[in-house]
């Protein structure tokens, strides 16, 4: 199994060089300006991601929404939403405030695992 690195070029202008040649890095989720070589870190990946929150609560278990986000360093707002999908999605269990990982959400954890060392 071979995972390739994707660059896609997005239309994103550079804020260093303003060039127009800014490439997504799928995997990751920066985007490269091939002009300068400067690395834009996406807003959603500053904050948080549905991968950091798996992240933390595979390994500590169970978190209120508080640690967890002390943990993901994300905003309110940034976590809520991501807590939010990852629910709708069936990734996550909230019991008595404290947030969990489904069964499937340890799947989905696990296989986004292997992606990542894939790369
Ligand atoms: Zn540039």
């Keep these: 199994m071979s995972h ?11 804020p260093i060089c303003g060039a127009k040649e800014v490439a997504r890095d799928d ?13 834009i870190i996406r807003e959603e ?7 950091d929150v798996a992240q933390v609560l595979k390994r500590e278990g169970k978190m209120d929404f ?7 360093g994300a905003s309110d707002a940034s976590l809520f939403t ?3 999908n990852m629910m709708n999605m069936g990734l996550l269990q909230e019991i008595m405030g404290k ?11 696990r296989q986004r695992l292997g992606q990542e060392w894939g790369y």
């Design 4 to 14: 390739r690195r994707s660059l896609r070029f997005s239309k994103t202008t550079c």
């Design 27 to 39: 995997h990751k989720g920066d985007m490269i300006c091939t002009n300068c070589g400067h690395i």
């Design 45 to 51: 990946t500053r904050s948080t991601g549905k991968f």
């Design 66 to 72: 508080q640690s967890l986000k002390k943990s993901t």
């Design 82 to 84: 991501v807590v939010q």
């Design 99 to 109: 947030y969990s990982l489904t069964k499937k959400g340890q799947r989905w954890y």
